[in-house]
């Protein structure tokens, strides 16, 4: 399995930006596709974005079209997340995640899971 980290969360005010970082050891990134997942307090974990590796594809949920984007450092073997315009439902944990196999977002095929980083948006 992929080990991965995840950091860069914080407080922030609504209208503010963020970006997390999600850096991977143990097993290359080429070989699977990395996304970001998050999980509010009683609230199911969802999907917020993810890029294929190979394919250089990028998906995004309804939540984070226009206002997040994805990328990749293949030499720092690092993912991010950047976020802008952070709104108080933002609020979550934020988990970096590793499929192998699959692309896209569908939480039940990514198999190795960072501990998560804290973002939290105050109104």
């Known amino acids: 399995q992929v080990q991965l980290a995840e950091s860069g969360g914080g407080l922030v005010q609504t209208g503010d930006s963020l970006r997390l970082s999600c850096v991977a050891s143990g097993r290359a990134f080429s070989s699977y596709c990395i996304g970001w997942f998050r999980q509010a307090p009683g609230k199911e974990r969802e999907a917020v974005a993810a890029v294929s590796w190979v394919q250089q594809r990028t998906y995004y949920s309804y939540s984070a079209q226009g206002r997040f984007t994805i990328s990749r450092d293949n030499a720092k073997n690092t993912v991010y997340l950047q976020m802008n315009t952070l709104k108080p439902e933002d609020t979550a944990v934020y988990y970096c995640?590793?499929?192998?196999?699959?692309?896209?977002?569908?939480?039940?095929?990514?198999?190795?899971w960072g501990q998560g980083t804290q973002v939290t948006v105050s109104s």
């Open positions: 995640a590793a499929a192998g196999g699959y692309s896209g977002l569908d939480p039940k095929y990514y198999t190795s």
